[in-house]
């Protein structure tokens, strides 16, 4: 290693640069030394650009996308792409044009026609993710020379996620740029539409929805004021002048290497020449290459390492060679996955078939490898050299024979089979003075064939679960055809790619038949070792996989010859569906409602109000709030055990941490320490006990965001650990339930049902729910301050509950509510998580801030905020029923239990929801639920879209398809029999009213043609082994009202302007949910004025006081109801002024009134009529109303790996009259889409006694990495969403209904369509009893339920897979 003075001259002895220059939205700015710590995205932000935002910070959401140019000497054309800025270290753009969402265009000029097209589709609802949407397709449409073809849209977005719109009208939104129907898109088609043909108000597109809509006349008139929007209008060339140009001084500008600095010494190179890299690594002996940071950059980032030289080596000619010669490819290590997929499309198109299946399989698997914005800077090299066990491209190099081509400082070169290149767990066949310089990928032989695999969590941008290469060449001996050669390497199964080498073996020199297949199968498994507890879990799973894998293999190559005409026998035509391709086809929406106006604006599908501020990324957030001057930063100091003792708290190497300026732990806090939600049964900061992992113990702050995080990690804290309770079932067996939380509903005798025989069958079982992240892209943030010397406090949150923030702050400081103000503008999503889950974090952050009467920032990272602000509630539910013969049931004894965690929260609530909800639809004579609320050592879980209500339904829906089961019927044919009617008396004594029901049931079999759907799935399970498919229909009802009946309260205060604008201000806040926008509908019609006329700015406490948190999916109706009546106030003053004075609009009336002294503001006020329950006697109307729903799901697997697809939903709500149908329907899409995502991808790990890799109370799920919720890829192929038509709701304003929770259960359909087709997978091994299917319903779950000859090997036919619950 050389000397760091001999280094610094060897360094400037040469051409090396300190300059570093960057173009940002087509301003020049000079990067200074000193920065190399800084991601791209860190320093956006720090320079105010603000619309690139900061959701996960590890490349897993996109809402960080921007789009980099380059010049490219060689092509000599400028490039584009998108990249994840919180990825990309700052210097990574030296020398490029970073474009950001704010150089597109602002909402003052005219916006760009992504932007427009987006918003007037309705793609945007909280907007987080919007900005990272609109730069992924500029880039796209930047990058392409004509229109993108529609897949390629989609694939665009693999590495984006959003979690409010469930994507279909984003998709809408950005097909338009495919111009695949030019026809739709011309003048004269718009011409004819706009005289009278149908187009729908939601897309703006022409559709037939609307045909036969009983409100014509209404349509029409939407269809001319929504005209469709129009590709003429959008297709770029009125806005290409506009458009921002490739830099040319970056065009003339030679590029130099560079030799910069970070914080803390870091030192940062980009040479040029190969030789300089190898002189660099000859005298930093630890330096670390970097190309795209996508494992550097978590590693830095998560795993704490620190790298002191960082040497870039993107721009190396020798690193980025792509070539081709007689024997095969060669591809420089430093080659982007991006440039290799377009070099691999164009070797295949070039070459004959029998050469490129090694190329074709590493094409596949990349299509399956990441997002976009990764592969695009991702290199080939960092992918090899990161030796990952799950490297998807490793098992392939090494199977396809590829051989690396290592250099060592010296110059010397040598070359390794890649099979031999990888050591052990993340090790390599490098010395410290190599670094790799290329891979040689040969071409493949006649009869020789590669394939890969790769099964993951979720199929796109996920890494794998188990993925493998096989390749084998074949040659004839005397008339068969023999293994020549073979390679089956698989990833995921070991700390390294793993070579099946006796199988391997065992292969050479058979015949390709069907004893060859039997055998290798059962060798496979000697070959194979997976522990019990290895890291990972799902060991039976992932064995399994391997058996299917090559199973699969084994059909593709015996297809393969049989097509070439070498096998006599190829596969039965029920066989090929094991290697049917992972062909998705591009997904439609339809939406189908009708338009029922009230005035000026309600019952109009108008856009969101933000939309326009949130595609030009101006929409502010908490985090974007320019910080006031001498701003602290805060990190939290969290809790490691899940119980445990504190012993001491030691800051002593905090102190010297860079920028540090305190910790604060309980004795600090000015009021009390006891905070909590409805109970005060938590602390702000831990004092004695932690009694989960995440718990807060302290607060540090400092100068930076990032020097908190680092001082707050040297805070020692020292436990004596005490036993801990981490499941449901362990807290049941110790009675560790919340005191005085049991309840229990009657209704009925359920002994005396189950003892008169009048029951055929009585069944019991258990049913396992399990618990969701909320995953709102926006992670929580604060800003606190304080005013007048600590006298008054400040706070802008990101809370669904700004009064319970002011409460939680004033509380905490000891200081009265009305000197606390708290605001929120919008949220980046919320679902229920930010409701009491994010007080405590500006309660935290409120301490330092009015102790130092400094302002205090704080922003949790996606992994704290994962890790500490709790989730939907997991459930156990224990039922007996008893039912006919018929299938009418007679008798339901449930017991509930849910997951609470360490503290009450909302839990209670939680449970009593479940149990209202624990009918779903059903009319049950005998109903008892119990339920208990559980103490754990996790975080306290929270409210979440559906607040128990979903988890009540699924354990009812889970007993009505296993009474279907036992009695071999249809699940559908067992809910019709037992659907609740108009005047039925529900379990807790209400009696419902205005049930649609049964309605919406009929349309729906109808809409989705039920009966066929079925033949037709029956027909394709006949013909197809492997994979099957399935349909289901669940209904739903939802009850509408907070179940405590103090919290249906809403004030609103209503300002009338004498320009004739309005500002509304009330107590609900926007998460996206599109509630300013209805609330302002509500007034604009109240006043007779347009929409444009008014305006809500945010939320605050102390304009409306002593609001609800905004939850319930009830805020539409109360905030509403009291503008209503806030508005109704005004106009009666107006009234005689108005009668007396003529005036030609509502400006001149409202300065009328202002001559007249007439007072132009109102408060309004609104209470929820008619509600109450008693639970001494379990007897009330807890509810106001109820949504009712119904949807259909028609769902594909695959038998052999789990994989699933949604091939159709269609759903229909009754939602009265609708205020704003676009944006309800984007509720349903959005919540179905959520709905999705807990029955059948989202799966939280904690460690438990089931899992036991990882540590006790941890959460291994804690960020987009390892947590997957939907993507664009996931959601239905065909999503029809249809509002019932002519069914009013007296209960609410306008007649209309609440809509955010209620369809959210409506996703579970897409799980008993999944279980519907496992049983026929099931039937074909025998085996037709009912079995369990928790959700959600993984791979795992699906391929493990499908118990074959390949799992039976591994699992009994009992086999559960675990669930932390
Ligand atoms: C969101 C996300 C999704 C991902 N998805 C996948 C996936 O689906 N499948 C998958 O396999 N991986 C995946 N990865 C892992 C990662 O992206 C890949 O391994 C990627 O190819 C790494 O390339 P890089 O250029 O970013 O590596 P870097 O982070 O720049 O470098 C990685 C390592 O390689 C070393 N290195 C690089 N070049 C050389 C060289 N020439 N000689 C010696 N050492 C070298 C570096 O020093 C470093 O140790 C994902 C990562 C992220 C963040
Ligand atoms: S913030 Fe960059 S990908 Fe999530
Ligand atoms: S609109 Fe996409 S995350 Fe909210």
Avoid at 1341 to 1363: G, V
């Amino acid at each position: 290693m050389g000397s760091l003075t001999k280094a610094e001259e060897v360094v400037t002895e040469g051409e090396w640069s300190t300059e570093a220059i960057v173009y940002v939205n087509g301003v020049r700015r000079v990067l200074p030394d000193g920065l190399a710590h800084l991601t791209l995205l860190q320093y956006l932000r720090d320079i105010g650009l603000t619309g690139t935002k900061l959701g996960c910070g590890e490349g897993g959401c996109g809402a960080c996308t921007v789009m980099i140019s380059c010049f490219d000497e060689w092509s000599r054309k400028s490039k584009h792409y998108a990249i994840n800025a919180c990825l990309a270290p700052l210097y990574s753009v030296e020398g490029m044009h970073v474009i950001t969402v704010e150089g597109i265009a602002d909402s003052r000029r005219s916006l760009h026609p992504i932007q427009e097209s987006l918003s007037q589709a309705h793609g945007s609802q909280c907007g987080f993710c919007t900005p990272g949407f609109v730069m992924s397709m500029y880039a796209l449409l930047r990058s392409c020379n004509e229109p993108p073809s529609e897949e390629k849209i989609e694939e665009c977005l693999a590495g984006n996620l959003c979690r409010c719109t469930g994507y279909r009208p984003i998709l809408d939104a950005f097909r338009v740029f495919a111009k695949t129907d030019d026809l739709l898109y011309t003048k004269t088609m718009s011409e004819n539409n706009l005289s009278g043909d149908f187009v729908c108000p939601s897309t703006g597109k022409p559709c037939d929805c609307g045909k036969g809509t009983t409100n014509r006349s209404e349509t029409s008139t939407c269809g001319k004021q929504y005209s469709p929007f129009l590709y003429n209008r959008i297709d770029g060339s009125l806005y290409s002048e506009k458009e921002l140009i490739f830099p040319p001084e970056l065009l003339l500008r030679k590029i130099m290497p560079l030799s910069l600095h970070g914080c803390e010494g870091v030192k940062w190179y980009r040479p040029l020449r190969l030789q300089q890299v190898l002189d660099l690594k000859s005298l930093y002996r630890d330096a670390k290459l970097v190309i795209g940071n996508t494992e550097v950059g978590i590693e830095t980032k998560f795993k704490n390492l620190q790298y002191q030289v960082l040497i870039s080596v993107t721009h190396v000619s020798e690193l980025n060679i792509l070539s081709m010669n007689e024997e095969g490819l060669e591809i420089g290590a430093s080659v982007r996955l991006t440039e290799l997929q377009k070099f691999l499309r164009k070797v295949i198109t070039e070459h004959t078939d029998d050469k490129t299946s090694s190329c074709k399989a590493i094409l596949e698997q990349l299509k399956w490898f990441a997002g976009n914005q990764i592969k695009n800077v991702a290199s080939v090299g960092g992918n090899i050299c990161t030796a990952s066990p799950i490297s998807d491209l490793n098992p392939l190099w090494m199977a396809a024979g590829a051989i690396f081509q290592v250099i060592s400082c010296k110059g010397n070169v040598r070359t390794i089979p890649a099979k031999d290149f990888f050591l052990s767990y993340r090790k390599v066949n490098l010395t410290y003075d190599e670094i790799l310089l290329s891979i040689f990928l040969p071409w493949t032989r006649h009869l020789e064939f590669v394939k890969e695999f790769k099964q993951a969590h979720r199929r796109e941008d996920d890494i794998a679960l188990v993925n493998a290469g096989m390749r084998v060449f074949l040659k004839h001996d005397h008339g068969t055809l023999k293994v020549s050669d073979a390679s089956i390497v698989y990833g995921g199964v070991a700390p390294v790619s793993l070579i099946a080498t006796k199988t391997e073996n065992y292969l050479i020199g058979k015949k390709w038949d069907d004893n060859l297949l039997q055998a290798a199968l059962k060798i496979l498994q000697e070959d194979i070792v997976l522990t019990e507890n290895a890291p990972g879990g799902m060991v039976e799973f992932r064995k399994s996989l391997t058996s299917s894998f090559f199973f699969k293999f084994f059909s593709f190559v015996t297809n393969e010859m049989n097509h070439k005409g070498f096998l006599i026998k190829g596969l039965n035509a029920t066989d090929m569906s094991a290697i049917q391709p992972n062909y998705r086809p591009l997904t439609r929406g339809i939406q189908c409602y009708e338009l029922t106006r009230h005035g000026t604006a309600v019952g109009l599908p108008a856009m969101h109000l933000s939309s326009k501020l949130q595609v030009t990324g101006e929409a502010e957030y908490a985090d974007d709030v320019p910080t006031p001057p001498n701003t602290l930063h805060a990190a939290l100091v969290l809790s490691r055990k899940p119980h445990a003792r504190i012993l001491s708290i030691d800051d002593s190497l905090a102190k010297s941490s860079p920028g540090f300026m305190g910790l604060f732990l309980h004795r600090d806090v000015p009021g009390s320490n006891k905070i909590g939600p409805v109970i005060r049964d938590e602390e702000l900061f831990a004092s004695e006990t932690v009694t989960c992992v995440g718990q807060v113990i302290g607060i540090v702050v400092a100068d930076t965001h990032d020097n908190a995080k680092i001082a707050s990690n040297k805070i020692v804290v020292e436990y004596e650990e005490l036993p801990a309770i981490l499941s449901i079932r362990e807290a049941v067996k110790s009675c560790n339930f919340f005191p005085n939380t049991g309840r229990c509903l009657t209704k009925g005798d359920v002994e005396l049902c189950f003892k008169s025989g009048a029951c055929d069958k009585v069944i019991d079982g258990e049913v396992q729910v399990g618990g969701q992240e909320h995953f709102y892209l926006e992670p929580n943030s604060s800003l606190v301050w304080t005013v007048d010397g600590g006298n008054e406090v400040h706070i802008v949150s990101s809370t669904q509950a700004p009064q319970m923030t002011q409460e939680y702050v004033a509380w905490v400081l000891g200081l009265p509510l009305s000197k606390v103000v708290c605001k929120t503008k919008r949220l980046g999503g919320g679902f229920g998580g930010k409701e009491s889950r994010s007080s405590f974090i500006a309660a935290a952050a409120s301490v330092p801030s009015y102790v130092l009467r400094r302002p205090v920032k704080i922003t949790l990272d996606r992994d704290v905020d994962m890790m500490i602000t709790g989730q939907r509630h997991s459930f156990l539910g224990k039922y007996k029923v008893g039912f006919t013969n018929s299938g009418e049931v007679l008798a339901v004894d449930l017991q509930l239990y849910n997951n609470a965690g360490n503290s009450l929260d909302s839990s209670f609530a939680v449970l009593e929801r479940a149990m209202f909800h624990s009918d779903n639809v059903y009319n049950i004579p005998n109903m008892r639920i119990i339920g208990d609320v559980c103490y754990t050592n996790f975080p306290s879980n929270t409210a979440f879209r559906g607040f128990g209500g979903p988890q009540g339904m699924l354990i009812a829906e889970n007993w009505i398809q296993r009474i279907a089961m036992e009695l071999r019927k249809s699940p559908e044919e067992i809910r019709e029999l037992n659907f609740q009617n108009e005047g039925c008396m529900l379990h807790y004594g209400q009696v419902l009213q205005s049930c649609t029901v049964s309605q919406l049931w009929d349309q729906l079999k109808q809409s989705c043609s039920f009966v066929r759907a079925r033949e037709n799935v029956n027909m394709f399970n006949l013909h197809n082994r492997w994979r099957k498919r399935g349909v289901a229909m669940v209904p739903t009802k939802f009850g509408i009202a907070f179940t405590i009946k103090f919290m249906n309260q809403a004030g609103a205060l209503v300002q009338v302007y004498t320009d004739g604008t309005v500002l509304v201000t009330h107590g609900g806040v926007e998460m996206g949910q599109g509630l300013h926008t209805k609330v302002a509908q509500i007034a604009a019609s109240s006043f007779n004025i347009p929409l444009s006329s008014v305006f809500i700015s945010e939320t605050s406490t102390d304009k409306v006081p002593n609001a609800s948190p905004t939850s319930a999916s009830a805020s539409s109706d109360m905030y509403g109801a009291a503008v209503f009546d806030a508005c109704d106030q005004i106009k009666a003053r107006m009234q005689h002024i108005a009668a007396r004075n003529p005036h030609s609009s509502f400006a001149e009336l409202a300065k009328a009134c202002l001559l007249e002294r007439i007072d132009l503001s109102a408060h309004g006020f609104y209470i929820t009529p008619d509600i109450g329950f008693d639970w001494k006697d379990g007897k009330g109307s807890p509810f106001s109303y109820f949504t009712f729903g119904a949807a259909f799901a028609e769902v594909e697997i695959d038998t052999l790996t789990g994989d699933f697809y949604t091939r159709e939903a269609d759903i229909i709500m009754d939602l009265g009259h609708s205020l704003n149908p676009a944006i309800d329907v984007g509720q349903i899409e959005g919540a179905f889409v959520q709905g999705l995502g807990w029955i059948a991808l989202e799966e939280l790990k904690w460690g438990d006694s089931d899992h036991k890799w990882i540590r006790p109370g941890h959460l291994y799920t804690s960020g987009p990495g390892t947590y997957k919720i939907p993507t664009a890829n996931d959601i239905p192929l065909k999503l029809k969403v249809s509002l019932l038509k002519g069914v009013q709701n007296p209960k609410a304003i306008h007649s209309s209904k609440a809509v955010g929770e209620p369809p959210f259960f409506l996703a579970s359909a897409v799980l008993f369509a999944i279980k519907d087709a496992i049983i026929a997978a099931r039937a074909e091994e025998g085996y037709h009893d009912w079995f369990p299917l928790d959700n959600p319903a993984t791979p795992e779950r699906i391929r493990m339920a499908c118990m074959d000859n390949f799992t039976k090997q591994f699992a009994t036919p009992e086999f559960h897979p675990k669930l932390s619950v």
